[in-house]
């Protein structure tokens, strides 16, 4: 059964004084019981308006949804208990401690006093707050902030769970511990929609991954079928003297079924070839009788990295500048 499903949503955001924004350009979304889905996509894509749209913020310009076989448009009341969302920027009191902020989240969804407090203390543990329990939220870095805010939305122990860019921001060890607690949660049983701009969150907690660019899905499967549907590996070659690179680049360009890529510096050449071990041996045994020396050679399958930058034809991390209408 689809847990979240959404069909040809478009948002068009009409700034005063500008031109308008077409956010989003029929996004078509289904998220599985008990599953993660990323939606995976580079600035501007469309990541936050999607969420904001299922979790009831903003009403779409058209499409529909559904959580729980429940209409969002039509019955936004309905769907609010169901979910919890982290957005994101972390949406905390400043002047409460952090205890008080999930106390005050589970009083405001009439939990009553004593579950609430429960809850809170609970929470605390499971995000590794203790020492920062009792201390206002404005004297917190930004990963604690990300924390309170994502413990924030498990207090009502939600069916679903939004997270936009849960680990934006946080230092690798923080990392790991998000990653875990999602991993955690999903193993009980929560269905959890993310959002990310990097691939190697999507690689490890997606389910299935939804890459997202200019309002719509430009391509969906698990990270195995998307790598896959990259073709052959990569061949990659690190030159000793980086006045070779032509040369290489031309050997390269006979084996490879693309372009070569080579560094700014002139010492990393790679391109992507169908059958990689036979081309390996032949670029090897080319350079060697050219006399070309090398650090290292080797073979690698693609990355979401490489799937993401063919499929959008920029990086993931890129900043991209993105005006209206179209
Ligand atoms: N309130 C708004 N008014 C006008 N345009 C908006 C508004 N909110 C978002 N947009 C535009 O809609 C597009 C999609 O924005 P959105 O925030 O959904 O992207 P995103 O994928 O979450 O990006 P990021 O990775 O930067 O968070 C962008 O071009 C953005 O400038
Ligand atoms: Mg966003």
């Given at each position: 059964?689809?847990?979240?499903?959404?069909?040809g949503?478009?948002?068009?955001?009409?700034?005063?004084?500008?031109p308008?924004?077409?956010?989003?350009d029929?996004?078509d979304l289904s998220?599985?019981q008990?599953s993660?889905t990323a939606l995976?996509?580079?600035?501007?894509?469309?990541k936050?308006?999607?969420?904001?749209?299922?979790?009831?913020?903003i009403?779409?310009s058209s499409?529909?949804a559904?959580?729980?076989g429940i209409d969002v448009l039509k019955?936004p009341?309905s769907?609010?208990?169901?979910i919890?969302?982290?957005?994101?920027y972390?949406?905390v009191?400043e002047?409460?401690?952090g205890?008080?902020?999930?106390?005050?989240?589970?009083?405001?969804?009439?939990?009553?006093?004593k579950?609430?407090r429960?809850?809170?203390?609970?929470l605390?543990?499971?995000?590794?707050?203790?020492d920062?329990?009792?201390?206002?939220?404005?004297?917190?870095?930004g990963?604690?902030r990300?924390r309170i805010?994502?413990?924030?939305?498990?207090?009502?122990?939600?069916?679903?769970?939004f997270?936009?860019?849960?680990?934006?921001g946080?230092?690798p060890?923080s990392?790991l511990g998000m990653?875990?607690?999602?991993t955690?949660l999903v193993g009980?049983?929560t269905?959890v929609?993310?959002?990310?701009?990097?691939?190697?969150?999507?690689?490890?907690?997606a389910?299935?991954?939804?890459v997202?660019?200019?309002?719509?899905?430009?391509?969906?499967g698990?990270?195995?079928?998307?790598?896959?549907?990259f073709g052959?590996q990569?061949?990659e070659l690190?030159?000793?003297?980086?006045?070779?690179?032509?040369?290489?680049a031309?050997?390269?360009?006979?084996?490879g079924?693309?372009?070569?890529?080579?560094?700014?510096?002139?010492?990393?050449?790679?391109?992507s070839a169908?059958?990689a071990?036979?081309?390996?041996?032949?670029?090897?045994?080319?350079?060697?009788?050219?006399?070309?020396?090398l650090?290292d050679?080797?073979?690698?399958?693609?990355?979401?990295d490489?799937?993401?930058?063919?499929?959008?034809?920029?990086?993931?991390?890129?900043h991209?500048?993105?005006d209206g209408g179209?």
């Open positions: 059964m689809m847990f979240v499903e959404a069909q949503l478009t948002k068009i955001y009409t700034p005063k004084g500008a308008p924004v077409r956010a989003l029929g996004l998220v599985p008990g993660v995976l996509g580079p600035n501007g894509a469309g936050t308006t999607t969420v904001k749209v299922l979790t009831t913020l009403t779409p499409g529909s559904f959580i729980d019955h009341g769907i609010r208990p169901l919890g969302v982290s957005g994101q972390a949406a009191d002047n409460l401690t205890f008080e902020n999930l106390d005050m989240v589970g009083r405001l969804y009439h939990l009553g006093a579950a609430s429960q809850r809170a203390h609970e605390i543990e499971l995000f590794d707050l203790s920062a329990a009792n201390r206002p939220v404005k004297g917190f870095s990963g604690m990300r805010d994502l413990a924030g939305a498990l207090v009502t122990r939600p069916k679903v769970l997270l936009d860019e849960p680990t934006t946080l230092d060890r990392r990653w875990d607690v999602i955690t009980e049983g269905t929609l993310l959002t990310t701009q990097y691939l190697e969150e999507a690689d490890r907690l389910d299935s991954i939804c997202i660019d200019d309002g719509k899905v430009i391509a969906r698990t990270a195995n079928e998307l790598k896959a549907s052959g990569r061949l690190n030159l000793v003297t980086a006045g070779d690179s032509a040369t290489v031309q050997i390269l360009a006979l084996v079924d693309a372009e070569p890529a080579v560094s700014a510096d002139g010492h990393e050449l790679s391109v169908q059958n071990p036979a081309a390996l041996q032949e670029v090897l045994a080319e350079l060697e009788s050219r006399g070309i020396k650090y050679a080797g073979m690698r399958r693609p990355t979401l490489d799937v993401f930058l063919r499929l959008t034809g920029h990086g993931a991390e890129d991209v500048a993105k179209s």
